[in-house]
């Protein structure tokens, strides 16, 4: 597969994944805000800022963070600026996205573009994109070949889910919600169904942060994040090495896994903001390594006339 095909194909899975996770996050954030009348609503929005790399200015406030995180194109964390560059990637690779899948991108640009959003409530254009990524996911696994390029966007999807898990974690962790915050978080990672299932009566921020962090079958969670972009490397790399690992991100991905796997719950928690920012660097770290092995020397073509 060419190398600027595999690039688009991870960063369509790290787009899409963006977009839905940080509507899920702004989301559980404006209820937080809504639900708590005692909150430190200036701190709170801080808190969030800086767990999504958000450098701001100016007040913080509901305003600030939803032109920053939603509305603001110009904002590379922001959901527009996601979509934007997901169609734009899908734009790049299109002889080998689908054509549904195509549609239902350049669709989802559309509303973005024309003002949709903006004239929206917040909670419904939340659910909006959300919908909308959630159907692309599903027509990215169901009608295109589960390929070395499909492995790719998994791939991409599993670590930006990482990452935005913990982010949304370190959100939680350094914000003054207290234990409500932490049933909202759950709500967010759409995991409060599944942690209810697993956990019955015990509702606390401890549960809640080991479900997420540590549950190898809820898909939102941190280890299962990892094990399948592990599982995504190990068929990518051409070698199948029967002893170590097959390269730089195998190695990062698998040290992370290990690391979680072999540590106890009170270790992690007793420094979960810190946690949660060496999980984000190994996905950067992962990211790069996976740029370096694959996708070096990757060209995006110049496109010529026709349509788009």
Do not use: K
Request: aromatic share 6%; proline share 2%.
């Amino acid at each position: 597969m060419l190398s600027r095909i595999a690039e688009a194909l991870f960063w369509i899975g790290r787009y899409i994944e963006r977009a839905e996770c940080t509507s899920r996050i702004l989301d559980a954030h404006l209820q937080v805000l809504t639900e708590d009348p005692t909150i430190d609503r200036e701190a709170t929005c801080r808190a969030l800022l800086a767990a999504m790399g958000v450098s701001h200015d100016g007040t913080y406030d509901q305003a600030a963070v939803l032109r920053l995180l939603f509305h603001d194109r110009s904002s590379s964390a922001s959901v527009v600026s996601a979509i934007d560059s997901a169609r734009e990637s899908a734009r790049r690779s299109r002889e080998v996205v689908s054509t549904e899948m195509w549609e239902a991108i350049n669709t989802t640009y559309n509303q973005t573009t024309s003002g949709q959003l903006s004239r929206m409530r917040p909670a419904d254009a939340f659910r909006l994109i959300r919908e909308r990524a959630s159907m692309i996911a599903a027509l990215a696994d169901g009608t295109l070949s589960h390929d070395t390029g499909w492995q790719f966007l998994v791939l991409g999807r599993s670590i930006e889910r990482v990452d935005m898990t913990a982010r949304l974690l370190l959100s939680t962790a350094n914000g003054a919600g207290g234990a409500s915050s932490w049933q909202t978080t759950l709500r967010a990672c759409g995991a409060h169904h599944a942690f209810t299932r697993t956990y019955r009566a015990i509702e606390s921020p401890r549960a809640a942060a080991e479900f997420l962090l540590l549950d190898r079958l809820f898909p939102r969670s941190v280890v299962f994040g990892l094990t399948q972009a592990a599982a995504c490397l190990e068929v990518l790399d051409p070698r199948q090495r029967r002893l170590g690992f097959g390269g730089d991100a195998a190695r990062i991905v698998g040290q992370a896994r290990a690391s979680l796997d072999v540590r106890s719950l009170n270790d992690l928690l007793s420094d979960l903001p810190g946690e949660m920012e060496r999980l984000q660097r190994v996905c950067v770290e992962a990211t790069d390594a996976v740029t370096h092995r694959y996708f070096e020397g990757a060209v995006a073509p110049e496109w010529l006339g026709g349509t788009q």
